[in-house]
């Protein structure tokens, strides 16, 4: 798969207009003041936390999968609103290494569910020139969901739109034990002396995990109203914002994010400075 670096990505306008902002909220709640979004002042990269959905199929009397299903619609309007306003990067956090303690049923169920969501939904992306990257071992994955995957990727390599990065059967500190391993044997090669060594710095660590060539998260979105980070990007969202709202997953639309991204503006990032 050919890899474009962040500088070679064209930054799209973020001149949006009052006009195209109203075409993208098109029913702002009153709480919420749609004047105060500052357009040039959208994150780079988002990263999103998508939880929730079986709570919300809990409270309805519905199965866990039914959950899931209700949430591919958050999904769609992530990506499609994440684009609209000129994110460059949203990683959504799809299924972690610990997922796979859930019960059967449900994991094979979600399995389905990503290859056909990935299936129906790859053309229309490709057309509005999204990126598809995945981070994650693929391999642990039923064939056709992993061949879905790596479909899309292959299909959009080449796009300069939005890349959308879907974390799949990962973990972050799998990801950082990796990224130590191959550093080690590189060492016991002898590939890397003591000067390499000296100068080796958090910019070529970060080289060495599945992210290499994104830029570290801006934003990081949980839903559901749980305050833990559980075992996403613990490296790169070093300096994120956080934003968690109650909302579960599957009721997450455009004013939710509208309302992450007002939060963001409000912020002063001094990353560890005065």
């Given at each position: ?13 973020r ?15 009153s709480d ?7 357009t ?12 929730g ?7 309805r ?14 999904v ?8 609209d ?11 972690s ?6 019960p ?7 399995m ?13 992306m ?10 994650g ?16 990727q ?31 044997h ?14 080796f ?8 995990l ?18 833990r980070?559980?075992?996403f990007l ?12 109650e ?8 004013y ?18 005065v």
């Amino acid at each position: 798969m050919t890899e474009l670096s962040p500088a070679s990505l064209p930054v799209p306008s973020r001149a949006l207009s009052h006009e195209r902002l109203n075409e993208i909220f098109t029913s702002v709640p009153s709480d919420v003041d749609l004047t105060a979004l500052d357009t040039a002042l959208i994150p780079q990269h988002i990263a999103v936390i998508m939880d929730g959905n079986g709570r919300w199929a809990k409270d309805r009397g519905l199965p866990r999968a039914a959950g899931h299903k209700a949430g591919i619609e958050g999904v769609r309007e992530l990506i499609r609103t994440s684009n609209d306003v000129g994110v460059r990067y949203l990683t959504i956090y799809s299924f972690s290494t610990e997922n796979w303690s859930r019960p059967l049923q449900e994991v094979k169920a979600l399995m389905t569910l990503f290859a056909k969501t990935m299936a129906a939904e790859l053309e229309g992306m490709h057309e509005e020139n999204v990126r598809i990257r995945t981070i994650g071992d693929l391999s642990e994955l039923p064939a056709k969901t992993r061949e879905t995957f790596e479909r899309a990727q292959k299909q959009t390599a080449n796009n300069t739109g939005m890349t959308l990065i879907i974390a799949v059967n990962y973990g972050s500190r799998v990801e950082i034990v990796e990224a130590a391993r191959s550093l080690a044997h590189e060492a016991l090669a002898g590939n890397l002396d003591e000067a390499a060594l000296a100068a080796f710095d958090e910019e070529a660590f970060a080289e060495r995990l599945d992210t290499a060539g994104i830029p570290d998260p801006d934003l990081l979105i949980r839903t559901s109203g749980e305050y833990r980070i559980s075992n996403f990007l613990l490296y790169q969202i070093a300096y994120s914002e956080l934003y968690v709202t109650e909302t579960l997953w599957p009721d997450f639309d455009r004013y939710e994010l509208l309302r992450a991204l007002l939060s963001y503006q409000q912020r002063n990032r001094r990353f560890g400075g005065v």
